[in-house]
């Protein structure tokens, strides 16, 4: 699919700046001689941590649950901003949002952090092939892959963005919101998979593991789906009938939602039918099923190439989803859908393989996991703790809470998320304050912010949310 590739053309200053700033590449070997790991770091963009493999097996995922099979599944892993560029800006430089001035879809992160040393630039560094294919930073406020204006030198040595076919924007579908919300619309498209961007990063991500098999490589293979607008091919859409589609309904005794605890927008969500809630979650699922399907086929390029034994495989949701929870159908919330996404990870030869860890992670753990798996220094503090020790011991204990932020306009709210409770502040509790226990309220829809009988554990949680143990 040449004529869909977009090869990013810097201009001459840019290089120039880089090449005043970029350090000298080490060859990326042991002092034996030795090949280091590679690493597959896989994102799916707006997936929610109960699908397929994490409990609802209506969804069909039959990739990542072989994934998971041979890896470590993290059950409790927590995004440090349930938004696209601020979760994305935080694990790939190893700071919380807040420590990066990175709050919202629109600041590149090179305008606050010009000289951080990103996860994949570290590894580029020690002498890595680095590839971007699809999305791994965000994409500059736009959907349109040929929107290059935040792609980062200093991080990929290859970086490759896509765009849908003639044919692949043909098929059935419809605006849910009668055009309202440009965003919220679905399509059951013809052609096959590589009509679609998602299709075209799967064919160049085999391409490249077959191409550079043998020297090492860090491959970031960042996929759409499940995100809007929900364009799939229709084999996708034909493994969810509507009329086997189910609704979430919320109890009718619950608390009110904090004034900002849902963003305020998109009012034609309470306008929608249950016929429009039923295609939304449709072609939501379709998503999933065919991102999962591109996985398939990276997977299968790594066993035919041999990979296996010294290639290690992160895959992740960058943040959350509502699916009609709360009359919500987006992320974007400091509640558990949102903040809670999905984390697989497989390190070759670790003992923990084929398990499940309960222990509460966070995403900035990523950049010390992968940077100790490898045997690579860190450049800067990181905010993170490596994952090594769960790899090798699932059932182990990691941290004692997971912290999440998000914001509204000039309030920002933060979020605290320990083994039983979240607790979570607007405007450091001046525009609502959130106190719910996952031990009897999984659905976090009793808040006893407010209870007399919860003030002791409120007062302990913020502390924790302020820093102070």
Known sequence: MENSKTQIKLPALMLACFALVAPVIVVAQTNAGARKPN???????????????????SVHTPNLDRLAKRSVRFDRAYVQYPVCNPSRVSFLTGLRPEAARVLDNTTFFRRNLPDIVTLPQLFKQHGYFTASLGKMFHRGGTMEEV???????????????????????QGEGRNLTGGALKWCQWLSAEGTDEDQPDGQVAAEAVRLLHEKRNEPFFLGVGFHKPHDPFVAPKKYFDLYPLDKITLHRDP?????????????????????TDQERKEFKRAYLAGASFMDAQVGKVLDALEQNKLWDNTIIVF???????????????????????????????????????KTSTALVEFVDLYPTL????????????????????????????????????????????????????????????????????????GEYQNLARN??????????????SGIE
Do not use: M
């Open 39 to 57: 690493v597959l770091f896989i994102i799916a963009d707006d997936l929610r941590s109960n699908i397929g493999v994490y409990g609802d097996r």
């Open 316 to 354: 992740i949701g960058d943040h959350g989803y509502h699916l009609g929870e709360r009359g919500w159908w987006n992320k974007n919330t400091l509640f558990e859908l949102s903040a809670r996404a999905p984390l697989i990870i497989y390190a070759p030869k670790a003992k923990g393989n084929g």
């Open 252 to 272: 009718a005794e619950r608390s009110p939602e904090e004034p900002l605890a849902l963003p305020n927008g998109y009012p034609q969500f309470k306008d929608f």
């Open 452 to 465: 007399p009988k919860f003030t002791a554990t409120v007062t302990e949680l913020k502390k924790r949310l």
């Open 371 to 442: 940077a100790e798996l490898t045997g690579l220094s860190t450049p800067h503090k990181l905010a993170g703790t490596s994952l090594k020790p769960l790899l090798n011991n699932p059932a182990g204990k990691s941290k004692v809470a997971a912290f999440t932020v998000v914001s509204r306009g000039k309030s920002l709210g933060r979020s605290v998320r320990t083994e039983r409770w979240r607790y979570t502040e607007w405007d450091n509790g001046q525009r609502g304050v959130e106190l719910y226990d996952h031990q009897n309220d999984a």
């Open 147 to 169: 929107n290059t204006d935040w792609a980062d030198p200093a991080s990929w040595s290859h970086v490759r963005f896509y765009q849908s076919t003639p044919r692949g924007k």
